[in-house]
């Protein structure tokens, strides 16, 4: 089974990269162009819950299913359970460096459809689609971040 890994650094504490993970919202905008994802049914990350969701790739609907198990402060992982690929198994693992940074390392293993039916996720999971997205997210999940912090510090008293 092929497999993808990626690893980035955030300013962030774990507990702001967790927390940032646990919002159900954070998966829309971890979503890159030309990519548009509507959600059907999204359930609060925990053990066993359930996300439903397409991918439009324009006029091409690309329906998803999947379920969250592993869930920690350090990370959790998700599997298709319905899908356009044969398998997908995604973990993501956050690994604090101090106080203030944390690694987030995403850890893929996956397989086509055989034949025709795997062409579209051949072409969008290929690694360099992998490699795009994954940059796409942690460009994303920076700034996402970065914002936190700042609404964080605007809402803490001055003394």
């Known amino acids: 089974m092929p497999t993808f890994d990626f690893a980035f650094t955030v300013p962030a504490s774990l507990n702001a990269v967790s927390a940032l993970h646990h ?6 905008a971890l979503t890159p162009p030309p990519l548009i994802a509507t959600f059907q049914h999204i359930e609060p990350l925990a053990e066993g819950s359930q996300v439903r969701f397409t991918l439009w790739l324009g006029p ?3 329906r998803w299913q999947a379920r969250h198990h592993k869930v920690s402060l350090q990370g959790f992982a998700d599997e298709q359970i319905n899908g356009p690929l044969q398998a997908w198994q995604h973990t993501h693992t956050f690994q604090p460096l101090d106080e203030t940074h944390t690694t987030i390392h995403e850890h893929i293993e996956y397989q086509h ?3 025709w039916r795997g062409w579209l996720t051949r072409l969008l999971f290929s690694p360099p689609g ?3 997205l994954f940059r796409y997210r942690a460009w994303v999940t920076r700034r996402l971040l970065a ?3 700042t609404e964080n510090r ?3 008293p001055t003394l």
């Open 154 to 156: 605007l809402k803490s």
């Open 60 to 62: 091409i609907p690309i």
């Open 147 to 149: 914002r936190q912090s």
């Open 113 to 115: 459809k055989p034949g």
């Open 23 to 28: 919002n159900p919202s954070v998966l829309r």
């Open 130 to 132: 992998l490699h795009f």
